[in-house]
């Protein structure tokens, strides 16, 4: 044990005193979660917006005034029937369509409610979200209003939202999940696979193998430090966004962090078999870098929804870890679900990781030999 | 020189697929001598080696190192051997002292104990000022002899130097063979590889390998009187390059 104290201390060592390392493992994810966040959270400003008033009162125009004039809009048309919505966001025209129904102000009058509907393009779903969020702002505004100064009190404007092509806005904060997937892949299964290949280059892997220390004991004392700095990369970008950006872990933390140690384990095995197969730094980094973190960034899901790949993708996504480990935490970070919606995926996920850790385990003998 | 052997090896074979890189090799070596083994690259020299050192297992035939058999104790053989390979085996971003010390630990050496020869061993070899420097600021002479004397470091019955002097001036050539001696002289048994043929004639004694087979084996004045050769590279010359290889 003592033994094993000095191998990972001296691990720890080769870490800190190296700036390109440090720079990877904390510069680089910090600065990717700021980037990545504001270019989602970009201001908004004259969103184009069109409306179709099938009322024309003096309630609609009104309401209509008060959007155009908030600052955040801007009016770019009128349209005269549901058909001319598709053409408008299609045609990249305007990217929202307000539409008050028939007898807008009459039903607001007699029922005391009446509907505002808003159609956005969901292919941007940041603008969408924002928004949209901003006419229920200036909706709720007007309700004040009208509490105010009608005999009636309980007069109520209520926004009915609907998104079109990405109705459930998927990709809302998607990019935090993304990030801490891809960044564990990164860190785990690169830095292990290059501080490997980097003893057998340097020729200190065989001064260990002819050492009293057991393979297991290895590659022990190499995962062990990058299983803890990985940790601290994942609080750091969760604490990161929720500081900076406002994004507040839904579900279960303990849950999240178990699910984040099951993805570490799989990604720092993958980086031990990664570098049973290279030979040198180089080819480490290429085969983790092309074989990782290009299907990472591409196929899980990170940048294109995985439900509107093609057939063929679809299956290369179903292979890659990555993929599933998003989608946990999509659940655990946003949707706010428990276990048992996601307990597929963590199994997928504990597979993946005990295939790796057997197989990396066995090449690493088979090396020996 | 004492007779007790500390390596013994009888009918050693090892084979990969259909290659056969030791050819039923058969040789002893003796405690604290210095023992020379020889051959060209591809010759089966390195595969020997991995086999002593508990690396490697062999095909069949025995081999006992230090007490122990390399195919079924290899742990036991790894805590009384030493080994240092061609790349030196010292960390360039640790210091002279954090090798030391990584290594002492390694081999599972009290921390005391390891201050204590990391002293020793840093007066001996006049390195007193670098202990605090980081290995890749060194010089490579400096880096050889730092990294065999990490390799004997907890005093292992038996080192095995792998072309320890490849790349290096003959001055500190000759500098490190003495290091050797001082070992051998401490009753720590060398065993070493090498392809320089001056560094042959130092041995006690040395074994030629061809083409997976020991061709010749015994004492430098042995084989040169055998073959009437005026220097150990003459009988090296006519004995292990294989004929049918061009250059």
Redesign the interface.
């Known amino acids: 044990m003592k033994r094993f104290a000095g191998f990972v201390r001296k691990e720890f060592i080769h870490i800190f005193r190296d700036p390109l390392t440090m720079i990877i493992l904390f510069v680089i994810p910090a600065l990717m979660t700021l980037l990545f966040g504001f270019v989602i959270t970009t201001e908004l400003k004259d969103v184009r917006v069109a409306f179709l008033d099938l009322s024309r009162d003096e309630m609609t125009q009104k309401i209509a005034d008060k959007i155009s004039s908030s600052g955040f809009f801007m009016r770019a048309g009128d349209l005269e029937n549901y058909g001319e919505i598709d053409g408008a966001l299609r045609s990249q025209r305007v990217k929202v369509v307000i539409i008050f129904g028939e007898h807008f102000g009459r039903n607001l009058l007699s029922e005391g409610r009446a509907t505002l509907h808003i159609v956005t393009d969901g292919s941007e779903p940041n603008v969408a979200t924002q928004a949209t969020s901003f006419i229920s702002a200036i909706a709720a505004d007007v309700n004040r209003e009208l509490a105010g100064t009608a005999v009636t009190a309980n007069l109520l404007v209520q926004p009915e939202v609907r998104m079109v092509y990405n109705p459930a806005l998927k990709s809302q904060y998607m990019f935090v999940p993304g990030l801490i997937t891809m960044i564990m892949i990164l860190i785990c299964a690169l830095m292990t696979s290059i501080t490997l290949t980097r003893e057998k280059e340097f020729g200190t892997m065989e001064a260990l193998l002819v050492s009293p220390l057991k393979p297991i004991q290895i590659i022990m004392g190499k995962v062990i430090p990058y299983f803890f700095l990985s940790l601290i990369d994942a609080v750091l970008i969760i604490l990161l966004s929720r500081l900076v950006f406002g994004l507040e872990v839904k579900g279960s933390l303990f849950l999240l962090w178990l699910e984040v140690m099951l993805y570490i384990l799989m990604s720092l095995s993958l980086g031990i078999l990664i570098s049973s197969v290279a030979k040198t730094m180089q080819q480490a980094i290429f085969i983790t870098l092309v074989g990782g973190m290009l299907p990472t960034v591409l196929l899980s899901g990170f940048i294109f929804p995985v439900e509107s790949m093609p057939g063929a993708y679809r299956w290369v996504s179903a292979v890659l870890p990555p993929r599933y480990f998003i989608v946990i935490l999509k659940n655990i970070m946003i949707k706010g679900t428990g276990f048992l919606h996601v307990w597929k995926e963590t199994l997928i996920l504990f597979l993946f990781a005990v295939f790796f850790v057997v197989m990396s385990i066995r090449s690493f003998k088979v090396r020996l030999e | 020189m004492g007779k007790q052997a500390v390596i013994t090896v009888r009918q050693l074979v090892k084979k990969f697929g259909a290659f056969t890189a030791n050819d039923h090799l058969s040789f002893d070596v003796y405690e604290g001598e210095i023992f020379g083994f020889l051959g060209a690259n591809g010759a089966g020299k390195t595969t020997a080696i991995r086999i002593l050192?508990?690396?490697?297992?062999p095909t069949s035939g025995s081999v006992r190192v230090a007490g122990f058999d390399a195919a079924r104790e290899p742990?036991k053989i790894?805590?009384n051997?030493g080994?240092?390979?061609?790349?030196?085996?010292?960390?360039?971003?640790?210091t002279v002292r954090?090798n030391i010390?990584?290594?002492g630990?390694?081999?599972?050496m009290p921390k005391k104990v390891i201050r204590e020869r990391c002293g020793e061993l840093l007066d001996r070899l006049q390195f007193s000022a670098y202990g605090d420097r980081l290995i890749a600021g060194l010089p490579l002479g400096f880096r050889q002899k730092l990294a065999f004397s990490v390799?004997v470091l907890h005093q292992p019955r038996i080192v095995?130097l792998d072309e320890p002097t490849g790349g290096v001036d003959p001055v500190a050539r000759r500098q490190f063979w003495e290091l050797i001696y001082e070992t051998a002289a401490a009753g720590i048994t060398v065993f070493v590889t090498t392809h320089y043929m001056d560094e042959a004639e130092y041995c006690d004694r040395i074994s030629i390998m061809s083409e997976g087979k020991i061709v010749a084996i015994g004492t430098p004045e042995e084989l040169k009187s055998t073959w009437q050769a005026a220097s150990v590279e003459e009988v090296f010359v006519k004995i292990a390059r294989p004929q049918h290889v061009t250059i």
């Open positions: 050192s508990g690396l490697s297992q742990e790894k805590k051997i080994y240092m390979c061609q790349k030196f085996s010292l960390y360039e971003d640790l954090e010390m990584l290594y630990g390694i081999y599972g390799a095995f």
